[in-house]
Every structure is written in C-alpha cells, then in structure tokens.
C-alpha cells in the first residue's frame, strides 16, 4: 500500500523542499522507489530531482506544477504502482481548493516552521485551515509539526517551541540548522547520500520524524558508511 506524505505550509522559504527531497534520499536509500510530487510553480523539487547523480538509487518524479494539454490531470498525477512511498512538495500561498486537493489521500502531512515572529503567525493560520478545511484528523495525529533550522540557545527557538507546545499538534522532529542540508541540495543529493559520520548529529532527530510516519527501518542503516 502506498504511503502519500504532503509537506505543506503557506508561506515560500519555510523549508519544504529540503524536507521533501531529503524524505524520498532517504526512501530511495531502501531501494523503495518513492515518487516526489512537486505542486510548486518554483519547480525547486524537480530541479533537485535533475541534478541528482545518475549512480544513486531512483526517485519517480512529476511536475504537477505544469499544465499538459496531452493528457489528463488524473494521468499526469498518476504514480506507478511500485513506489511505495509518495511525498508532496506544495506551493506557497495555496487556495482551499488546491489544499484540499494536495492533502487528499495523505496518511500524513508535514508542516516545516521557521523560528521567526513572521512564520510563527502564518503557521498558526495554516494549521487552523488544515484542520477545518482540509479535514485533518488531530486524534489520528495526522499532522505533524517540525521545526525546522533552529539554533537551540537562542530565543527565537524558545520563542518558537511555546507556540508549538501551545498548539496541541505533535512537534515530531527539530531539525538543527545544518550545512548539511545546504551542501546535500548543491549536488541533488540528500541527507541520506552523505557519509554516516557527517550526519550524526542530524540523525536522531530524522529517527523521530521516520517513528511519527511509521517508518520502520532505521535511519541508521540508511546513510552511507
């Protein structure tokens, strides 16, 4: 059965992308073939995606972004059926209908926050329409909160971990901010392509984030040694 995983948030630079394309690394480095849905008219996914070297394992992509006069939009969407995996990079500033529409069928969906005054309010207003209009069960914890390129000593962070804990959405992962994650998107790499050691400090963090998507294998045996 296929696992579709949405990464959303309303706002453009909250790093969505490098969720997402570190996700299918990370898949892809289970020999699982995930398939990486890009909705957002930058492309950012898809050109990640062309730079990827030919001699790493293979992630299915599709522009969604893109308006084929050729075919329908269900045939353009389709993904085959042996990704077992799905994740969705969104657009910024989405409609209710597009929200809906990138949500539907998601066994969860991830929303990157940025410790800032200015992601923290439209966060707040994203989460309120993911639950009331797309219909997100908080019960079944479908949606998961991570904060994304924190620095733990400073006060934007504290600032940012109160809102979260105020919300009652699970904080599933609190991703550090890594050159790592720089670095992987230069070569169309991901965290998972990068040697073992380079991404210890990242990897007990994406252990959390893998638990909360029931993931089963560690993170651990997926970089590279």
Known sequence: MQKKIVIVNP?????KTTLATNLVSYFASRDDTPALIDFDPQGSSMH??????ENLPSIHGIAAYEN????????????????????????????APQLREVTRGA??????????RFDIAAASKAIADLLLVAKLDRERQ??????NRTRRNNKSFERLMRFLDSLGIPVVAVLRDSQNYVTASEFGVGLFDLKSHQI???RPEWERLLAFLNVETSVAAAART
């Open 11 to 15: 706002k453009g630079g909250s790093g």
């Open 200 to 202: 210890a400090k990242d």
């Open 48 to 53: 990640w995606l062309a730079e990827r070297p």
């Open 68 to 95: 084929r006069m050729n075919v329908t939009r269900s045939f353009q969407l389709r993904v085959p059926d042996h990704c077992r995996y799905v994740v969705v990079d969104s657009p910024a500033g989405y409609t």
């Open 142 to 147: 479908q949606l998961g909160i991570v904060a």
């Open 107 to 116: 066994h969860k969906v991830l929303m990157p926050v940025l410790p800032s």
